[in-house]
């Protein structure tokens, strides 16, 4: 018999931590409810062609391919390779994110969708990657997008969102940072190569890690000119408070319809008047992201500095998705967050309430068949009221019982014996300070067993 | 451009169906933990060992197996045939139950679980099954079982979580059938044929479908004698109260050990003063149920007559699940709702509370930027007391407004227009009723938006 299993990357969680994933679940979810955002759930096949090619070369070689149920052979005699034999004999995959399945949901669904279409979704998600520390090949994702508006409220209520979450979570420090898109776009045209954003981007997202000097190293084997690495240093140099680094952006881009616009847009979202946040979001120049399809806002939150740990959730407006699938003219604004690097974040922080841990609260001890008819009928009067409890299954000794208790870090233990039936009362034990009383029977359902 | 589609089988859920269905899992949910059960989440994907060989040579069939990433060309040219090249180039597969996944956790995590252990476990699985009506390739399964104890008080709980959740989403009519395997051993053994067992019980399963005649003719088949078949018609025509029914199964069984402990066990389960039913099991002799490894209680829920449906729900004793996993000895039992299938119920019955169909209670219009700033301060009160609000996100005509409202089938419209403004008032219209009334902003935040 081999000793059993699971595969690499993926995870049991057990009762203590669903419940705090839950907590963190519910509090997200809540807070997309309270905006009017709406639930939807995606199946987690979808066709292989839905997919291919929507997350680059790399991205498609992560997608997890499903075995074609039933007679295969032939159809791979074609192949002469491993990606033609996996074509041949595989014709749906695990979804990849939320994102793509969403666009597809609502290309199919266009007519019947009140737009704008502000929906929520939480559902795992299965990628091929090297299992490491935080990297796992399923994980949970959760989206809220808007599809189908302009208006920047979306990009304010979003981070709103954001800041309304975290703030719950009690997560202090953290840090919501914002970028736009056009910014970027803006500074390529002022050097004169727009055609190359995306390699100036790339290496500029890296200043945190590699620093000024190898960013510039970085922009010069990219094949960018001395006075080119100039422009953008001096951009890069920027700073001081949100206002401050809007009016040098002014300056900068002064000639840029494309840079004005952008400074427009986060001007709007920081200071238009609508928004109270907790947290203000920290303009960040070199803030870039790596999917392409993004073209306005770009956000990343990022845990509190105590913590090491890359970004817990970012998003962005994408001007065109639906597009991939034959509805073009549809923009979109969203954001996503990374549940299961904030459950490392709140562990390591210890931000879980007690009630986020809470299971049983009263476990009755089974003292004999008559005692445990009386204590079953008390119990479940408890269950109705919404009390989770439970009767020791069998009338083992006294301290089996209690180890049980103790085990599952059950509170309260409600002792109904020989006496105690006699008399029509029940000893109730607090195993936390230690402290136990006799009350009449009638009288348990009135106990706080907080 | 090809029209976007998903996998044959699958399904998207669109918002109203989420809150439904999410209705569903909650009442379940809740049950389960004040029951005092305890969540588990198993991954999606398990060893492919870990599931083949537990289903039966159909089932093996029906598991989707998902493709090793990278390099498979070279090991598939040792394959022969589908079933072989299979099993070269892959190793993982997805969850089929939720049950093998459930003891090979028990299996692994035997040294740190506090036996009994209750959990449930409410994830979606997978099976390549022809599509039909009510049959899908992915579905959720929600289980409760109990490993560790033999106690018949865990039956009389799971009988117990069944008769509240259905009493709960107010299932009226619905029916809990019952039946032992030892007292369906009892009957094989007193045909003297102990060995046709499952021929026997396969073939009475069948009782409600084709009739008396039509069982009588399969057991010929199956090789019994006119006179094993007398015994069995004997035994089928056992009918009345759940008394009376024991009662003449102690005669039937009178020298019978095997018949008279599954007469006991489900005496206690229907007579022991533990548990007052809303709705009382009823003993169903024919009741047989596929899967072999039950070997005590064995339980089925039947719809309400008005709806055309099977079974929604079943379950029963096992005495040796984790056995498959190295670690015999181990005693379980438990229960499964059919969700899918509960909610087409709820649905012809139209048993779905509104409550379990509200999403945003108030839009507010978007009268102007002035008004609008006004307004989302006010919006974000109400969010911030738990009611679900928007703002339109443009200053669109009144006309787009409202028919955004009503499309999403929202009940109220907050007006902040200019006058409004200027007054320090806002209007609140019931879409419901058309009542339309101004109080003051401050007010807002007092009004019940039921």
Known sequence: MIKPSIPKGTRDFGPVVVRKRNYIFQTIRDTFEVFGFQPLETPSMENLSTLTGKYGEEGDKLIFKILDNGEIYERAQQAKDSRELASLISEKALRYDLTIPFARYVVMNQHELALPFKRYQMQPVWRGDRPAKGRYR????????????????????????????????????????????????????????????????????????????????????????????????????????????????????????TGQKGIEELDFILHAGYA???????????????????????????????????????????????????????????????????????????????????????????????????????????????????????????????????????????????????ENVISVKNLVNGQQEKISAAALIDVDFQ
Chains 1, 2 share one sequence.
């Not at 409220?153 to 420090?173: A, S």
């Not at 931000?351 to 986020?356: I, K």
Request: hydrophobic share 40%; glycine share 10%; aromatic share 8%.
């Open 276 to 422: 109270s946040y907790n947290t203000t979001p920290v303009l960040d120049l070199t803030l870039a992201r790596g999917l392409n399809y993004y073209t306005g806002l770009i956000v990343e939150v990022k845990a509190p500095a105590s913590v090491k740990m890359g970004s817990i959730g970012g998003g962005g407006r994408y001007d065109d998705l639906t597009g991939l699938f034959g509805l073009p003219g549809i923009s979109g604004v969203g954001i996503s967050f990374g549940v299961d690097r904030i459950y490392d974040v709140m562990e390591e922080l210890q931000l879980f309430p007690d009630a986020a841990q809470q299971s049983t609260r009263v476990l009755f001890l089974n003292l004999g068949e008559a005692c445990a008819r009386k204590a079953f009928e008390l119990m479940m009067q408890l269950r109705a009221k919404g009390i989770a409890a439970e009767l020791f299954h069998e009338n083992a000794k006294m301290d089996k019982q209690m180890k049980y208790a103790n085990k599952r870090g059950i509170p309260y233990v409600a002792i109904m014996g020989e006496s105690e039936l006699q």
């Open 138 to 257: 399923e994980f949970y994702q959760c989206d809220a997008d808007v599809v189908g508006s302009n208006s920047l409220l979306n990009e304010t209520e979003l981070l709103l969102i954001y800041d309304t979450v975290f703030t719950k979570l009690g997560m202090h420090g953290y840090e919501l940072r914002i970028n736009n898109r056009k910014i970027l776009a803006a500074l390529a045209e002022l050097v004169g190569k727009p055609e190359m954003m995306t390699d100036i981007t790339i290496s500029i997202d890296k200043l945190d890690k590699i620093g000024m000097e190898g960013v510039k190293g970085e922009l010069q084997e990219r094949g960018l000119t001395d006075a080119d690495i100039a422009i953008i240093e001096n951009f890069l140099q920027i700073s001081g408070d949100n206002a401050s680094v809007l009016q040098q952006l002014r300056e900068l881009f002064a000639n840029s319809a």
